[in-house]
């Protein structure tokens, strides 16, 4: 792994490598040379079908970010990614075995956090969130679309509906449950989208993947960075809105096995969409706000059934600690969306005392 760490134009000689964080899908490690730390990432080649062109989104982006962050007087070494090139100036760097590995900056004194602590800390990660959105709102460079239908609900059912039939691990007769969770709901979440392919709400730069552990706060818990900019893709802002809540405000934990501690915390709640909505309200149409509240429900409802699908096909997308995490993993995400439908018109309500204030 040295000999690969070289491959980036570090500053200094490689010293440590070490494992880091919690993602589900690729491989990171953090570098120290010694001068400074980078991260370093074998990207998924499973999930990420042009890793390339993903690395071209990422520059992009970022880059723009950068200026932006420049012009306003902040640190864009601090507040934005960094991409590290290879000596030979790509992106990324591909080992013998075709793998594909990728360097960025460590951003020294950040924090990263698994759950939201306080009201003030969701605020925060709002806020990061709302402000990511508005500097890209006028991003208008060509964006890959390296992850074809990430959050469209109809081409997750086309794949639900190909899982189902292969029941490639033979799983599918142990969870009729689970399954009549996902069907009973097809029809709403489907409506739901159409008001996307409808045109009624308009595709922008979002992050897609907002749970918190893909912000760096500061030492004070303000939000620093957004990081994980894998799928960085056009898609409607409630994506990362509806994202963000199963953590910044589920009571219990992602994967927790006592459903009766998962669930929607009002608080956390209010907390975040304060945040979210200090930036966002400057760029949000009607229809997108009027979408917020349901866009919980849309995405907890999308990850129980990504979940339960990779269940049924045998644990090959998420990487997993135990036999049934993918399992354990959407019963507690259908046990966070029971919340949201019951929380669903005090999620409203807030939201619209937030924007008449
Ligand atoms: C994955 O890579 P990570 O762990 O930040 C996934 C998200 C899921 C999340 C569930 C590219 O995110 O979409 O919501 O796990 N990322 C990808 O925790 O599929
Ligand atoms: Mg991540």
Redesign the pocket.
Same mark, same amino acid.
């Given at each position: 792994m040295q000999r690969i760490a070289e491959q980036f134009r570090l500053d200094g000689a490689v010293r440590t490598i070490a494992a880091l964080g919690?993602?589900?899908?690729?491989d990171t490690y953090i570098v120290t040379t010694d001068c400074a730390r980078y991260v370093l990432q074998r990207k998924n080649r499973r999930? $990420?079908a042009d890793i390339p062109a993903m690395m071209r989104n990422i520059q992009g982006v970022t880059l723009f970010l950068k200026e932006k962050v420049r012009r306003a007087g902040g640190d864009p070494q601090r507040e934005v990614m960094t991409v590290i090139p290879t000596h030979d100036r790509t992106l990324h760097y591909r080992d013998a075995e075709g793998d594909y590995w990728t360097m960025s900056l460590f951003i020294e004194g950040s924090v990263t956090c698994e759950a939201a602590t306080t009201p003030e800390l969701a605020r925060c990660g709002g806020q990061g969130i709302g402000r990511f959105q508005r500097l890209l709102a006028d991003y208008d460079a060509p964006l890959a679309d390296i992850?074809p239908g $990430?959050h469209n609900i109809r081409i997750r059912f086309g794949q639900w509906d190909d899982s189902l039939a292969r029941d490639a691990a033979g799983r599918r007769a142990t969870v009729t449950r689970e399954i009549e969770w996902i069907e009973s709901r097809r029809d709403e979440m489907l409506r739901f989208w159409q008001r996307v392919e409808e045109g009624g709400i308009p595709l922008r730069v979002t992050h897609?993947?907002t749970?918190i552990?893909?912000i760096l706060f500061d030492r004070n818990g303000g939000a620093l960075c957004m990081i994980?900019l894998?799928?960085v893709l056009r898609s409607p802002c409630f994506n990362d809105f509806g994202?963000a809540i199963?953590t910044y405000a589920n009571r219990g934990r992602?994967d927790d096995e006592d459903l009766a501690a998962v669930g929607v915390d009002m608080a956390m709640f209010r907390g975040f969409a304060e945040g979210y909505l200090s930036e966002a309200r400057a760029f949000l149409t009607p229809a997108e706000s009027d979408a917020l509240a349901f866009s919980v429900r849309y995405i907890t409802y999308e990850?129980v059934l990504?979940f339960l699908m990779d269940y049924l096909d045998g644990d090959t997308?998420?990487k997993i600690g135990r036999p049934d995490h993918n399992l354990v993993r959407a019963r507690a995400q259908h046990a966070l969306l029971q919340s949201a439908e019951r929380n669903c018109d005090r999620m409203r309500d807030t939201i619209g005392e937030l924007l008449r204030n």
């Open positions: 919690e993602g589900f899908i690729n999930v $990420f992850l $990430f897609n993947d749970k552990n893909n994980d894998d799928t994202d199963r992602e990850q990504r997308y998420y």
